[in-house]
Structure formats: C-alpha cells, structure tokens
C-alpha cells in the first residue's frame, strides 16, 4: 500500500536482509507460473518443483523447541515444494471448533507470485467450471489479465484461527518486486516487528527471499492479510482471516448454528492489465459477471461465487471490502433480511437491516435466516463513486439446497423483486452518503424507503475501557489534495504527502534523531515552511506520548470520503458528521473549542472499528488508549491514495518505551 521509490530512490537496505537479491532473477525465470512452459507441470498435481531451498532462509527462523512439542513442525529445513499442496487450508489442523483455554500453534507458507486470470493453465476451464480447480485456473471475469496471487489463488487461501493461537507464516516472495505482509486487525502489541509495513516496522522482503511472520492472534474477529507495498493488493495478494472464540466467549453464539469460511466473502474492485486509472469490474470472490460483453446477467457463460444454505438454518457470512479506488459498495440480499452483529471484527448489539454500505477495508459480519422458499437468490453488490461512474455492479448466488445448483436466479441482479414490500421502508447501515450537520430540518427528513443506520449509530456489546471522568489529549488532522508543478496530484496528511524513508523506522529507531530524520506540521512551521501554500514531501511521523488517552479529530478537506485506517489499536468512534464547509474545516479547532463538533455521551457504548469513513467535507472523531507504544502507519486505505502520499506513521511513545526487537530481525 505504501509506494516503493516513489520518486527513484533506492532505499538503503540493512545487510541481514540483501541475501538472495541477485539470485531473484534465476528464480523468477523459473517461477512465472502465468507462463505456459510450466503447463505440464501444473496439470501434474504429483509433480514437484523445487523451488524452496533458501540458504538465506536462516536468517528468518525460529528456534522454540518448546513448541515442537506442541504439533508445530517449524520448516527451518524446507523440502522440494509440492505443488499440490500450495492450496487452500481446508484441512488445516488449527480449522478446529475452539475449546477454552486450549490454543494451538499453527504453521502456514504463502507463496506470493505472478500470475494471470485467464492464464495459459486456463484449457478447459473455459468451458467446464469443475476443471477449473484441477487446472488451478483463475478464471475471475473472464478477462484476461495479469495478477499477483497467493498460492495460485485470488483471493489467497483463508487462514481460519482461534484466539490466541500462536501463527508462524512463511511468506515467500516470488515477484520481481519487493513485498510485505500486512495483518489487518491484529493489534501486535507482542510484535511489533510483525506489523508488515515496508519501512516503518521491517524491511520489505526482497524477490526470493522468505520472511518469517510469528504472531499471537490476540483478538477474535472477521480480519484479513494483505501486502503494504505498492499496487500489490490491487492485483490481489489479500485474504481472509478468521479469528473464532469458544462458544462460551462468543456474545452472538446463540444468534447463528453455522459458521462456515465458506460463507466469508471479499469484495474486491478491480482493474485490467496494468491500467492503474480506472476500476473495470467488481468481483466477489474472484468472480462475477463480465461487464464488457453485452450479455445479460443471467446468461450461464458468466461465473458467479455460490453459497449454499439449508432451509430453515441461520448463517453466520463475514464481509470484506478489498478496496482499490475510491469505490464504496452497496451489499444486500434479494428478500432476506440481514441481522448485523459486527463490524470490523467487533461484535455489536445486533441491527435488522436490508442491507450496509463499505468503505475499503471495512468488514461487517451478520446473521442470515435461510427462511425463504428453497430456490436461488442473487447476491447483490453495487458500486459507488467512481465505480458508479462506469455502471458497475455484480452478484453471487444463495442457493437454497433443494433447488436446481446451476439455475440462476429470475431476473436481473439489481431487479428489485419485492413486489408488494416495496412499499415497506428499508434499513442500510453505514451510508456513506453523509448530510450536513447544517442541513435544513427537511432535507435531513428520511422517506419511508430511505431509513439508514449511520456507522456512529452503532453500539458495541462492550463499554468503553475507560471512565466518564477520562479527560483525552486531542490531536487534530485532516485529509486533504494538491497537485504538484509536475501535473501529479499529491494527496495528503496534515498537507503533507508522506515519503519513504530510507531505512525501517522500528528496526533503526537509535540511529537517528528524530526531529532531523522527520517531519510533521509542528517542525515544518518551525523551519518556516507554510504547506498550505507549497508542496510539503516528507517522512511524516505524528509523535504521540504513550500510555494516555487519546482523541484524534480528523478532518476531510475533500468531497469525496476516505477511509481512514490505524494500525496497532482498535479506537472507539464517538463523532461523525458532515460541516459542508472547508473554510469551517480549516477552522476545525476553533469549532471544537465552541462546541460545534458534537461527541457521543461518556456512558455511550462507542462502535470500535479499525477502519472509519471520513464524509467527504466531514470529520470523524477516534478514542483509544496509546497503549502499544511503536510505529503505526496511519492512512486511507484508497489504494492509489495511499501510493500518491495520503499516509502517516503516528511514533507512540519514545525509544525506550518501545519493544525490543529480536536479534533475528533487528539490524
């Protein structure tokens, strides 16, 4: 997600890391699994290649003999890959029903490589959709087009936990290109260095090179991982992590009987070729209609994800928003009623609705009642935004068993089949469609079809983690766009389009000093820089003290919304709104000061989220304890946004309060 040089520069690398570089190239040749040489070896699922004996893999391990005891066969020694096996974890021996007090170590590989839908491996999968998986073909739209995949698949694999299990991945890095691999949700507070955030909390590892992540998922929840490095989640290294509680800890246990990861769906906006400008389709799970052809949406050439449910049973189905542009979606499914229960991994008091709106990296998990006649119903995605602006939509299956499996449903995807319930009001959570706080008492009158649920709206199941009399340290910020003389368009944090540094800032945090080696408002205006006025490119960190409370009012200087990410904690949102003016906006402190920016009471359960929409010309208001005291990236999770300068890190505590780094990755 964060540029690699953007403006050319190479980044000085610590020399633990270099190994392997120059054998990066030999590798690639050998490993371009788009390319049709390796079409015989790939229709062999016995065939092995022998593509992962690293020397430099040493550098990486982990030696806990403590855990081999525990079922955890560390791979220090890797064997010729077998190619079969580079999969899903459908058999995975943590995919368990979790027991209290009973975690478990659990190994994983991820090989992160080229690839492409529609690729030469893709024979009879064209025709036949059952020999797409022995072919291990990514077939997506239809359109042909290169991807970056994790085990041959788009999304990758899904990595089903328990809470607090301890989780060793082996990332293996088989592009041509530096990558990462970001956690998304997990809070880190152990390891830091696990983070995966290119130049803030590691290296980024180089084209075939292997990086060990070890972690304790140290919360439950609908999470996801990711690379932070460039486009490459937009060419599709993501996928679903799920975090499972006991029974006993589950506050929503009895509201469901099935929790299947075949009910996790990521929705992802996509673009072809190497066309970074503009989204062309929407797929769910990698697949969908093909909006190039005219053919109708019930044409049985297109290749749509199908759920399958039992009548008469309730589903847990977990949501992930894997956002490239800025392309809000609209989810809803056609005559059933959705019970919301958590949002971005936390749980909620439940909220009946038609439907909910996401922002990139926004999650919501609900409860469906499979309650309707047994036949097929779409699934139903609509694209906003720039999205809206090419008539993009898509649509999966829920298919009933006892009916027909490869029937599609009657009508067209967005067809509203109600019938007589139109007239009924409808329910969305999470509009993104903000009104001004300002607005007239009539604009503000919602119809009776129009009755929306806004993200602040929501309550969680649990208290805020601090007392009414807590007074917060707040720090003010804003989003905001300029364009630079060169024509580019520069986005920004606190008017400042963030750079990489030139080294990892956990790992290298004693050989600098800081107010020389960063930058934020405070030491620009100090050097008598005025970024309103000119163009402001730096490493911007926000220094934060550790072990306070913490409000971070956050501005948007844009129309359009943004959807702001923090990594390392889980904040509580007790203020959204939309004021509609900038110049209120650039005065945000000063209405704050007036009581102009209204916060929810100190009894009120706040939602927690990790991802929140900033409303364009609007604000949102963040709580949390710093109590993780490191390098957290702070940024809209806009994929180009984020590429073109729109990230920060916040520096949480000082060098002393921050963990210690393991030899093994400390340079």
């Known amino acids: 997600m964060i540029a690699t040089n953007r403006w050319g520069r190479e980044s000085k690398r610590c020399c633990c890391q270099l190994i392997g570089v120059l054998l990066g190239a030999v590798l690639w040749c050998c490993l371009d699994l788009g390319e049709a040489q390796l079409q015989p070896q790939l229709e062999q699922p016995s065939a092995k290649i022998d593509w992962i004996t690293f020397p430099w893999s040493r550098n990486n391990r982990t030696n806990r003999p403590n855990q081999l005891a525990t079922g955890l066969q560390l791979k220090d020694d890797y064997d010729p890959a077998d190619v079969s096996g580079f999969s899903g974890f459908e058999r995975h021996p943590c995919r368990r029903v979790c027991q209290q007090g009973q975690s478990q170590s659990c190994y994983y590989q991820l090989v992160v490589h080229n690839y492409r839908r529609l690729g030469a491996e893709c ?6 959709e059952r020999a797409c998986a022995a072919e291990n073909c990514i077939y997506g739209d239809g359109v042909s087009s290169p991807v970056m995949a994790v085990n041959r698949m788009v999304p990758g694999p899904a990595i089903e936990l328990c809470e607090n299990d301890t989780v060793v991945v082996d990332v293996l890095n088989y592009l041509n290109e530096p990558s990462t691999m970001h956690w998304h949700g997990i809070h880190m507070s152990r390891s830091p260095e696990m983070d995966g955030v ?33 486009w490459q989640r937009g060419f599709g290294v993501a996928g679903n992590l799920i975090v499972r509680q006991p029974h006993q800890a589950n506050p929503h246990a009895r509201l469901y009987d099935y929790d299947l990861v075949e009910h996790a769906i990521m929705v992802q906006d996509i673009f072809y070729d190497y066309n970074l400008q503009q989204a062309r389709n929407i797929l769910i799970n990698g697949k969908g209609r093909n909006h190039l052809s005219q053919l109708p949406d019930q044409d049985a050439r297109h290749r749509y994800e199908r759920l399958r449910v039992t009548p008469g049973y309730r589903y847990r189905m977990r949501i992930v928003l894997n956002g490239i542009f800025n392309c809000p979606v609209e989810f809803s499914i056609e005559q059933h009623k959705l019970l919301i229960i958590s949002t971005d991994g936390n749980d909620i008091v439940p909220v009946l609705a038609d439907g909910f709106f996401l922002t990139s990296a926004e999650r919501f998990d609900f409860v469906l009642e499979a309650n309707q006649l047994a036949k097929n119903y779409w699934i139903r995605v609509r694209g906003y935004e720039q999205c809206e602006e090419r008539k993009l939509y898509q649509g999966a299956v829920l298919s009933y068993r006892g009916a027909a499996r490869s029937e599609l449903p009657l009508g067209d995807i967005m067809e509203d089949q109600r019938g007589r319930e139109l007239d009924e009001p409808t329910t969305f959570v999470n509009d993104f469609r903000f009104k001004p706080l300002n607005a007239s008492i009539s604009a503000l009158r919602k119809s009776n079809k129009d009755k929306d649920v806004g993200t602040v709206s929501l309550r969680s199941v649990e208290p805020v983690p601090w007392p009414s009399y807590t007074k917060f340290l707040t720090h003010y910020s804003s989003l905001s766009m300029r364009q630079a003389q060169n024509g580019e368009q520069l986005f920004q944090i606190d008017e400042i389009s963030y750079i990489l540094p030139g080294i990892s800032m956990l790992q290298g945090r004693h050989l600098y000093q800081d107010d020389s080696y960063f930058c934020n408002r405070s030491s620009l205006a100090a050097q008598g820089r005025n970024c309103a006025r000119e163009v402001c490119e730096c490493v911007h960190v926000i220094r934060l003290p550790a072990y306070r409370p913490i409000e971070m009012v956050v501005a948007n200087h844009m129309d359009a919304t943004h959807p702001i990410h923090l990594h390392g904690f889980t904040f509580r949102l007790v203020g959204q709104g939309v004021l509609g003016s900038l110049s209120d906006l650039r005065n945000i402190r000063e209405l704050d000061r007036r009581g102009r920016l209204a916060r929810l009471s100190d009894d009120n359960a706040a939602v927690a989220k990790d991802t929140v929409q900033v409303p364009g010309l609007g604000y949102v208001i963040l709580r949390f304890i710093s109590d993780n005291p490191g390098f957290w990236s702070y940024h809209c999770h806009i994929e180009s946004h984020a590429v073109q300068g729109m990230a920060a890190v916040l520096k949480i505590g000082e060098n002393y309060q921050i963990k210690s780094i393991p030899a093994r990755v400390r340079c």
């Open 198 to 230: 290119a130049h803030a909390t590691q290296y980024p590892v180089e084209p075939g090179e292997v990086y060990r992540y070890e972690f304790q998922a140290d919360r439950s929840g609908t999470l996801w991982y990711h690379s932070h490095v460039g």
């Open 123 to 128: 024979q009879r999968c064209q025709y036949d």
